[in-house]
């Protein structure tokens, strides 16, 4: 009996960690780049910190996203 409530309880663990899946967004700059570009490539990177700051202002940026260099 204990086992399936430990299975029970599992399979309910793991269906609320797989409702709760975050996409992030990876977001590229640099000096080769235009702010131009979307900023969500290797390929197409922003130029500027201040397309950096104007995305992260404008509230596009959010929690788990990350910004590299």
Same mark, same amino acid.
């Given at each position: 009996?204990?086992?399936?409530? =430990?299975?029970?309880?599992?399979?309910? %663990?793991? $269906?609320?960690? $797989? &409702?709760?899946?975050?996409? %992030? &967004?990876? @977001? @590229?700059?640099?000096? &080769?780049?235009? +702010?131009? +570009? +979307?900023? =969500?490539?290797?390929? =197409? /990177?922003?130029? &500027? $910190?201040?397309?950096v700051? =104007?995305?992260? +202002? %404008?509230?596009?940026?959010? /929690?788990?996203?990350?910004? $590299?260099?």
């Amino acid at each position: 009996m204990r086992f399936q409530s =430990t299975v029970k309880f599992a399979i309910c %663990a793991a $269906l609320l960690f $797989l &409702t709760f899946h975050v996409h %992030a &967004t990876d @977001y @590229y700059v640099s000096v &080769t780049g235009s +702010n131009n +570009n +979307n900023g =969500t490539s290797a390929s =197409t /990177p922003w130029q &500027t $910190l201040s397309k950096v700051e =104007t995305v992260c +202002n %404008a509230g596009t940026i959010q /929690p788990g996203d990350r910004i $590299l260099f």
